[in-house]
């Protein structure tokens, strides 16, 4: 097995460890707005990566943009928005965090 076949789930656990930081602070910042800035940072660190490969395949990407938004439905408002109000209506932070 080669060096990458290692690297990159090491590099997986790297970026869920980070979760340790939005955890602790969601008492002082609303996990909405975590959210919202983690999706940010990763829009702004992918786009330079992307970016060419989506304008070459415009089409392609144009054809499927109601697959994504059904993905982007599902996920983001179907199941987190549920999430984070109920956390902010009835449970801490902290106490969130140990059930997640």
Do not use: C
């Amino acid at each position: 097995m080669g060096f990458m076949s290692f690297l990159f789930p090491l590099f997986a656990v790297l970026i869920w460890s980070i979760n340790v930081v939005n955890k602790a602070s969601t008492d002082v910042i609303d996990p909405a707005t975590i959210s919202f800035y983690r999706w940010l940072l990763a829009f702004i660190v992918l786009m330079p990566f992307v970016l060419a490969w989506v304008l070459r395949n415009r089409v392609i990407v144009l054809y499927n943009r109601g697959r994504g938004l059904i993905i982007a439905l599902l996920e983001m408002v179907l199941y987190q928005s549920p999430v984070y109000i109920f956390t902010t209506l009835s449970l801490h932070g902290k106490e969130y965090s140990l059930i997640v």
